[in-house]
């Protein structure tokens, strides 16, 4: 990465003398809302090795009759403990600069740079999460308006053909609340983070606009989905290829998502991200800053398995 350095704005000829205004403006990032929804991993932290082991318990079948004679020994079931590893790594990144060119700056330099650098990492930390959450076994495509193709083996089974609406919503959380058994996230409700192509899909449906007529009607004012068929809906603009599509397949028709409940992705901490200013270097000319930290994000339950998947990631092939 080049150093930032101070050089004049005119290397021959006369010099003008150039107004700056007051304000610093900066460049705005995409909206970030994955850390709310993580679990930190207790127990872990510095001093605590590259990595931590979730120990997870597997439900107990249920029985078809556990009626028992008198002369009956009592049937055994097993009882299955399961283990998930994430491992840490290092993260960060830096932004180098002269002396001089703070010196001489209008503006007070080290300070510009650590809130871009913080903007940078939030960044970063919402595309670690996402990525996790998008792992999941289980995938949603909308095929139709009334027609969807899931897959239960970590890849979807279909191109996307159409955008989120009611029915898919309904659809999801049925798949969810019946066929995974997926305890809901806080209270009785799951959460679903979407694309705005996504949100703006439900929001378009007559369905939704019909009902909110009369249950909400500032839903449509505020461009809020708000909490529908048992999913409350929160908006992305955070994009990439690791995190959430603008849009999918064909005519980009599908904003991606996930939906989720309980203990979906863990967090293993061992050191904090952070700002760190570098030793200054050559005499105090040479100077950097940069955020770091040591961590990892990853799903808890990597199965598609009733009673333990927790996301639904609502996706397409690719065509």
Known sequence: MATHTWVFDAPTGTYKDHALSARLFEAAIEETVTMDFVNSVDGYGRKRGESVTLTRVSNVTEPTNATLSETQRIPEDDFTVTTKEITVSEIGRAIP?????????????????????????????????LAAFKAAQLKYTPTGATAATTATAGTAGAAAGANMNVYHVEEIR?????????????????????????????KRDPDWEDWHKYTDPAAKFNSEVGRLEQIRFIETNHGGSAVTSAGLNSGSNLGEG???????????EAITPEL????????????????????????IWDTSNAGEARVVHVTGTSL
């Open 174 to 202: 049925d798949w969810m609340y019946d066929t995974y058994h997926i305890p809901p996230y806080e209270g009785s409700d799951y959460i679903g983070i979407f694309r705005t192509k996504g949100i703006r899909g439900i």
């Open 97 to 129: 600069f002269t002396s001089l060119s703070e010196d001489l700056s209008h503006f007070d330099l080290e300070n510009a740079i650590q809130k871009e650098l913080r903007k940078q990492m939030t960044l970063y930390l919402d595309s670690l999460g």
């Open 276 to 299: 760190r200013a570098a030793l200054p270097q050559d005499f105090g000319r040479a100077q950097a800053v940069a955020w770091y930290g040591v961590l990892a994000f990853d799903i």
């Open 258 to 268: 996930v939906v989720f409940g309980d203990d979906a992705v863990a967090m293993a």
